[in-house]
């Protein structure tokens, strides 16, 4: 499991992720309904990034997003 604690973690598992499925940007981009530039500043981590859009990146490559709490 991978802990996703920055913009920089979240851009380089959609970007390894990827490549292992061996799907270039533009096609990643085109399935997922969203920009090549914007593909290409979320993988490098980009901060302002809109959530939307990433989820539906995220959504395209099988990649679920969960959330778990912890006690303090």
């Known amino acids: 499991m991978t802990h996703i604690i ?3 973690t979240l851009g380089a598992l959609i970007r390894s992720e990827r490549k ?3 799907v270039s940007q533009v096609e990643l981009a085109a399935l997922a ?3 090549v530039r914007f593909l290409r ?3 490098n ?3 302002s990034c809109q959530l939307g859009l990433a989820i539906s990146v ?3 490559l099988g990649i679920a ?3 778990e709490t912890r006690e303090h």
Do not use: P
Request: charged share 35%.
């Open 6 to 8: 920055d913009s920089t």
């Open 20 to 22: 292992r499925q061996k």
């Open 33 to 35: 309904g969203v920009g």
């Open 41 to 43: 500043e979320l993988e």
């Open 45 to 47: 981590g980009k901060e």
């Open 58 to 60: 995220l959504t395209t």
């Open 65 to 67: 997003l969960s959330a």
